[in-house]
């Protein structure tokens, strides 16, 4: 190879090269972009349905079944699962991955609008939103006043809202959890009972004054004149003195039967921060941009905010993204410099002080090449990418080390530090091209996981790749350079790790080795033996998929009993706060009536909507696992006593969208056998040790108030049953009739409703008839409470009823789902139910077989590039033996740790496949030249393996050395990814220096000096 030679001969040019880069790395570290967690799109779309009143055969007749129909046009579509319920209805549509996502959503939103003029007209709201994971607030702000006027907040709310949106990073603002501003006119209905008006009457005449309606322009000579004439209030005085009835001898006004004034719709949705109702404003973050100056950004709006608004408005920061962040990203790089330190004081102890120097040079040159090309590449400094380069940090000194070794050496032969220089680089080039390739090789196919999960990990394999691939440049480009100028002939006095490593393996190792080869069988059958009783360890260590996020954050679920107003949840979740503000860790609490949080975590999806359901978002001073762990023990110790609701506690998990660990689909189009069996599985489950927050929509039905309408003494006292449906509407829950605009330039609409309805009002509801006589409602209606309908699900069209759970920790997700798998196939399903699997164990199956099929090509990827250097089939096969012990290596290091084999473990055993043939291929390589320089074939195996004893144990303490600070502090995701590395590295490094050589000096053909020789030149 001609590399070496080339850089220490155009020295200059080679220097300036490698500044250039080295300049493009620091330049993209300070601009580059930065997030928690990587950012992509899934192509999942979320249409989420308000249809108040009605129930949940009426939301699957009327809405649902028409949009799935409309669907079922739309290609590429891989899953639709819809939750209906009373109210309301979610659907939730998947598109096969590698479809557009921007495409698949522009899709739903036409298909939903084709579909929304045949909706009822009472569905309120038909929102199509995007699941994607981008769509996160990276900052969640409360803004309240004293005393509270939410008129007054929302103005602000709205006003901050569209200041934040000015900012270049902002992707855009959202408020939330206050009841709208409406103009209300409260209807009095004793008066309308005297006065013998309907409330029909008074809408068609509020409506009529209200509508909006542009007459168009006149021309006058030269001037054109727009005309306007009625249309939006914009005086509460005019909507007033709206005349309702007019005769000869009377005239009634608004005002003379209702009341006019600003007010709050029924709330469906209400906030609160420390205990105190408040309005959410969130922002969230444009892709590609740098959260921690769009976060100072933020901070700067909101203080040239805070100098214009009122002294009675309040703001706070409940969270910021950016805090969580930086203390991962510090984190991280905190590890990589404990690891930097390791690797550094090894190389200082083996290599002594001026190898050890250029070899640790080396490190920071990669790491900032790598950056500039990796922000080049598009993504960002995030949790991936940065584990990426610590899983690097042990990989990138191979390369600088052997070659070190090499120069070393090579020393004692040449005449000066140029030609030892360029020499010992030589004789290793082409090992460490090809170990570097098989390393690179085993990440690669990384990048072909077709999922969400390939999507999460993606910049991780990209990382490790590029750190490689800069490491090897500066090995045989830099180093080589580095050494010719600052090495030198002399021995040092100072004799290092490496002169008595040396000797070991020159003298006590080699002796070993030469007892083995004698004794070659009963070696091998030791080896193979050990390897299967190690393997066979596999099936006591768990399966799982992703841990917990380790979040100084908790969310809690509140499910109050059905029938249960929003103000009695609000009184729940009130009392909950008492006693989770007494817990020592706790920061700062809010409260979500109605409602979820805003989303602030990329796999949370918010649910809308629900007057029986809460979440409180409790925000921890610090991240400690033990804290937190004890925390959440004693909150759902206590919360599990509370008869006044279901209350959960949920600990943010790491990984793509999924539904809880443990999932079971029923589907039946009988919602009876759906209800009986789904609540005999979950009774199984409260029952098993290990599951909580146990949730079955379908099992909890609500009651009803039915209004059976006697249509014989309809008819008779001449009653239209639409203007009967109307004349309820208007009282139970209002109809809104126009817009007003206030002076602000606010726009309000104006509902006509009697305020605070109950149960008692309906006696004194009437009906005007067709000949104008007040009808009492109860005169021909017969109210009668029944039991309602539960909630369920749609998956692809069929009715379907989900049972699912958390695990608790210290339990296995796969044993406890195998446990429910075999209570559903033991039991007697009726006729036409059957069963599918969701949650963890679902989305394991679909990533962990696309993970089997790259361990497949990775492995013929590497062999096929052995088989290129070595040109033999039995060498690469040779080199192969180490990937086995590394996999057995790999499930002792779980086994003994207690970790289960999850995504992350699988990633870095794939990782071993590269990194541990390694040691191998540089074994083999050096007995080939003793080979080609007529030693005997064991003369070569046992010199090369003394040889390259010093090398191999010292790259794998390195690269152990740079994996212990992530394995010891990178958290649960990480820890277990560095267990199988380290372990894994660890027996195969046993393997090639007792079982490695041994195979070698079997199945090595003895070859004629000049082949061999020939194939060195090469």
């Known amino acids: 190879m001609k590399l070496p030679s080339l850089a220490i001969k155009n020295a200059q040019f080679t220097m300036t090269i490698i500044a250039l880069l080295v300049l493009v790395g620091i330049v993209s570290y300070f601009n580059m972009p930065r997030s928690e967690d990587p950012q992509f799109d899934i192509p999942i779309t979320l249409i989420e349905v308000v249809y108040p009143g009605a129930s949940p055969t009426d939301i699957e007749t009327l809405v649902v079944d028409p949009l799935e129909e409309e669907f079922a046009d739309i290609d590429n579509i891989k899953k639709i699962e819809s939750q209906i319920k009373n109210g309301g209805a979610r659907l939730e549509v998947t598109f096969h991955y590698g479809s557009d996502p921007e495409l698949a959503f522009n899709k739903v939103q036409l298909a939903v609008s084709s579909v929304k003029p045949s909706l009822p007209d009472g569905v309120q709201d038909l929102l199509v939103l995007k699941a994607t994971p981008t769509a996160v607030a990276i900052v969640q702000l409360a803004l309240w006043t004293e005393p509270t006027n939410y008129k007054q907040m929302e103005f602000y709310a709205k006003l901050l809202e569209k200041r934040l949106e000015t900012i270049d990073s902002v992707k855009k603002a959202d408020i939330w959890g206050y009841p709208q501003q409406v103009v209300s006119v409260d209807l009095n209905l004793d008066l309308l009972l005297h006065h013998r008006i309907s409330t029909t009457q008074v809408i068609q005449a509020l409506q009529g004054r209200a509508i909006n309606i542009t007459p168009g322009f006149v021309d006058a000579n030269t001037r054109r004149f727009n005309v306007k004439a009625s249309g939006n209030f914009e005086k509460l005085e005019q909507l007033e003195n709206t005349i309702i009835v007019s005769n000869d001898d009377f005239l009634i006004r608004l005002k003379d039967v209702a009341a006019v004034d600003f007010s709050s719709q029924e709330p469906s949705y209400l906030a609160y921060f420390d205990k105190k109702p408040v309005i959410f404003v969130t922002v969230e973050q444009r892709i590609d941009s740098n959260i921690f100056s769009l976060t100072k950004a933020i901070q700067q709006e909101l203080e040239l905010f805070k100098k214009t608004i009122p002294e009675a408005i309040k703001i706070d920061v409940l969270f910021e993204q950016a805090d969580s962040v930086e203390s991962r990203v510090n984190g991280f790089f905190n590890n990589l410099w404990q690891g930097l330190i390791l690797v550094g004081v090894l190389a200082l102890l083996f290599l002594g002080l001026r190898e050890s120097l250029v070899v640790i040079i080396v490190i920071p040159l990669s790491f900032l090449i790598a950056i500039g090309w990796l922000d080049f590449t598009g993504f960002g400094l995030q949790q991936m990418s940065i584990v990426g380069f610590i899983i690097a940090l042990g990989l990138l000194v191979d390369d600088a080390i052997v070659v070190t070794e090499s120069i070393h050496r090579e020393k004692a032969k040449a005449k000066n530090m140029v030609e030892a220089a360029i020499n010992g680089t030589k004789k290793v080039a082409w090992a460490s091209v090809s170990g570097t390739v098989t390393t690179m090789l085993a990440f690669l196919p990384m990048l072909m996981i077709a999922s969400d999960t390939g999507d999460f990990i993606r910049s991780m394999p990209v990382t490790v790749v590029l750190v490689l691939l800069a490491s090897l440049l500066l090995s045989l480009t830099a180093l080589p350079l580095l050494a010719s100028k600052s090495f030198s002939l002399k021995p040092t006095k100072v004799k290092t790790l490496q002169h008595y490593i040396n000797h070991f393996a020159e003298t006590i190792y080699s002796s070993w080795l030469l007892k083995l080869f004698k004794f070659r069988w009963l070696v091998i059958v030791v080896a193979v033996a050990s390897l299967l009783a190690m393997l066979s360890l596999f099936n006591q260590v768990g399966l799982s998929l992703f841990p917990k996020a380790e979040k100084s954050m908790l969310l809690i679920n509140v499910e109050a009993p059905p029938n249960s107003s929003l103000s009695f949840t609000n009184s729940v979740m009130q009392k909950m706060t008492l006693f989770i503000e007494k817990q020592p860790l706790v920061e700062k609490i809010a409260l979500n009536v109605g409602n979820s949080n805003p989303r602030i975590y990329y796999n949370e999806i918010p649910k809308r909507g629900v007057e029986k359901y809460g979440q409180v978002l409790v925000v921890l001073k610090k991240y400690d696992p033990e804290k937190i762990t004890s925390l959440v023990s004693v909150l759902r110790d206590e919360f599990s006593q509370w008869p006044q609701a279901k209350i959960t506690v949920k600990e943010f998990t790491q990984g793509p969208v999924t539904d809880q660990p443990i999932a079971i689909r029923l589907i039946s189009e009988s919602l009876g056998d759906l209800e009986q069996v789904a609540n005999d599985l979950t009774n199984k489950m409260a029952n098993t040790e290990g599951v909580i927050n146990i949730d079955n929509p379908i099992g909890v039905a609500n009651t009803e108030l039915n209004l059976q309408i006697d249509y014989d003494k309809a008819g008779l006292s001449n009653i239209d049953i639409n203007l009967l449906d109307k004349t309820l509407q208007s009282i139970v829950s209002g109809i809104y009739i126009g817009r007003f605009n206030d002076i602000n330039g606010e726009?309000?609409?104006?509902?006509?409703?009697?305020?605070?309805?109950?149960?008692?009002?309906?006696?004194?509801?009437?009906?005007?008839?067709?000949?104008?006589?007040?009808?009492?409602?109860?005169?021909?209606?017969?109210?009668?409470?029944?039991?309602?309908?539960?909630?369920?699900?749609?998956?692809?069209k069929l009715r379907m009823a989900k049972v699912s759970a958390d695990v608790a920790s210290g339990y296995s997700v796969k044993t406890l789902t195998e446990e429910f798998i075999h209570y559903i196939e033991q039991y007697d399903l009726p006729m036409g139910m059957y069963y599918t699997l969701g949650g963890q164990e679902e989305s394991r199956q679909e990533s962990f077989a696309g993970l089997t099929q790259i361990m497949l090509i990775t492995a013929i990827g590497i062999f096929a590039i052995l088989v290129l250097q070595f040109k033999s089939f039995i060498q690469p096969l040779i080199i192969f033996s180490s990937i086995p012990f590394a996999m057995a290596g790999s499930i002792i290091g779980l086994y003994l740790s207690g970790l289960s084999f999850s995504m992350m473990a699988f990633v870095g055993l794939i990782s071993l496949f590269g990194i541990v043939v390694n040691n191998a291929i540089i074994l083999i390589d050096c007995a080939n030249?003793?080979?080609?320089?007529?030693?005997?074939?064991?003369?070569?195996?046992?010199?090369?393996?003394?040889?390259?004893?010093?090398?191999?144990?010292?790259?794998?303490?390195?690269?152990?050395?740079?994996?212990?600070?992530?394995?010891?502090?990178?958290?649960?995701?990480?820890?277990?990814?560095?267990?199988?590395?380290?372990?894994?590295?660890?027996?195969?490094?046993?393997?090639?220096?007792?079982?490695?050589?041994?195979?070698?000096?079997?199945?090595?053909?003895?070859?004629?000096?000049?082949?061999?020789?020939?194939?060195?030149?090469?």
């Open 747 to 796: 726009n309000y609409p104006i509902l006509v409703r009697n305020k605070n309805p109950d149960l008692n009002t309906l006696s004194d509801v009437y009906v005007t008839s067709l000949t104008g006589e007040q009808i009492p409602l109860m005169q021909v209606v017969d109210i009668r409470l029944q039991k309602g309908q539960t909630d369920y699900f749609h998956h692809q």
């Open 929 to 1018: 030249r003793n080979l080609a320089e007529g030693l005997s074939k064991k003369q070569s195996v046992l010199a090369a393996s003394a040889t390259r004893f010093t090398p191999i144990l010292l790259t794998t303490l390195t690269t152990i050395g740079g994996l212990i600070p992530l394995t010891l502090y990178g958290g649960g995701l990480w820890q277990p990814l560095g267990i199988v590395l380290i372990s894994g590295l660890c027996v195969s490094a046993i393997s090639s220096f007792l079982f490695v050589p041994v195979l070698t000096e079997l199945l090595t053909h003895s070859k004629t000096k000049s082949n061999i020789a020939q194939e060195i030149k090469r």
